[in-house]
């Protein structure tokens, strides 16, 4: 309950958001970093800082012992996890609560509930909650047999502990159902050990939406809806408030069913209920419960962009015992949103992790725009964290506007030192399918020229050679190419059944070579 203090278990943009919301709302900040962090800009914001440990997360960030001593050496009262991290650790939450510190995050029992996917499931069907129709876990390859003549094929086989797309493997027939159980099973072993498996019918082209909630000790509301289509291995890399072809009735029904979820498991804090949605550009438009994430999220922003509630700071307010602010319905949404994640990867090269000082930073500024970050000039990125490096947030009346602000923002901005994603940025926000917002969780997959540019120049000067290039700019141009992977790296994933899959048929020339980004 009522706290003065702060530790951040976290690093990068999101210790900064902490800390900002921290500061305003009166809270003295604790940071915690490890040798590689000494003068990150998180240290630099907070009141105070302990040093955890060498730069290995695994001997710094993740060490539960550690941060409840820095939390005790420094009188910190509460610990904020962030995302990533121990952030949707039970352990963590309970050892905090055992150390009589605040978590600012849920009950343990609602994290626990969200965890195991069989239980989240019955427990968000006996609410009420569409679930995509499914199985118990099963024991044998006869058992998912069974199950899976009775779900129809295409199945997924996915991990109990599952989340995050681990463990999870694709079966469009009997005959591959043995194979994909026991792949399954050996990954979940591996990831999360715990090698239970269970089957869900497999949704082929879905979106990717998800609905903000927030929830103190009387109540539940939601803000609205967050499209996240555009991925690529299970890494959002770009999302955006309101999903703007959503039918309206659509939208106040996943909204309210967000709000039973949430209640349905006695949550506190902010939580996002995770939906794959098809159809839904009209009333008759079908969306599933997928899983709940029980954290802040990186994509948070762009809820607050549309509805001027500041979700960290409600987060603060709710682990302290106060109401939350605003009224009894949630805010109007007000315009559009987009966020692009900004990280030190390598578009041009299999999005390559990149390394190397940060030798110049300019932040674009201006109207609508907004920069959470985490560098600043002379930051050494290594291979120790997650690549990202900030996010790029702005907001319009609509979303033709705003996507319009994010190109100019794109355009303005600068890091140098490292490579990083802002160019395949500007070449999704320059693609006609997504400007139609014709997109999907599918959506990479059928633009492998926007993940593989070097891939697509090559195969565009051999069509130039052969005297092609003409025949191919026609729309629906004639020339069959390959079938292409999702996966630029030629590797085979085959946790990714959705990226297995192959696309054939007629492409577009490499938005890269057109923006003259090679
Ligand atoms: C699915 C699915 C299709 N059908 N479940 C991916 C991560 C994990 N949260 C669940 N995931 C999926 N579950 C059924 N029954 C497709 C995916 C999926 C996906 C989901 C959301 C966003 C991007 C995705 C990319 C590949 C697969």
Redesign the pocket.
Known sequence: MGFSSVLIANRGEIAVRIIRACREEGLRSVAVCSEADKTAPHVLLADETVLLGPAQSSESYLVIEKLLGAARSTGAEAIHPGYGFLSESSAFARAVDDAGLAFVGPPVSAMEAMGDKPTARARMHAAGVPV?SGSEPVASSEEALAAAGEIGFPV?LKAVAG???KG?HLARGAREVGPALKRARGEAATAFGDDRVYL????ED?R?IEVQVLSDASRSVHLWERECSV?RR?QKLIEEAPAATIHPEVRTAMGEVAVRAAEAVGYRGAGTI?F?AEGCESSSGRFYF??MNTRIQVEHTVTEMITGVDLVREQLRIARGLPLLGGQEPPRPRGHAVECRISAEDPANGFLPSTGVVTAVEIPTGPGVRWDGGIRRGTEVGLHYDPLLGKLIVHGEDRPAALARMLRALEELRIEGVATTAPFHLAVLREPDFRANQIS?RYLEMHPDLVDPGRAALEEAALAAAGLLELDRRPGGGVATRGRRSDPTGSTDSR????AASSTGSRRLSPWVMAGHQ
């Open positions: 995509i997924l989340g995050g797309g999870m869900e019918k497999f949704l879905p990717h991925q299970h995770e794959l997928l899983e969780i990714d059944p959705c990226g």
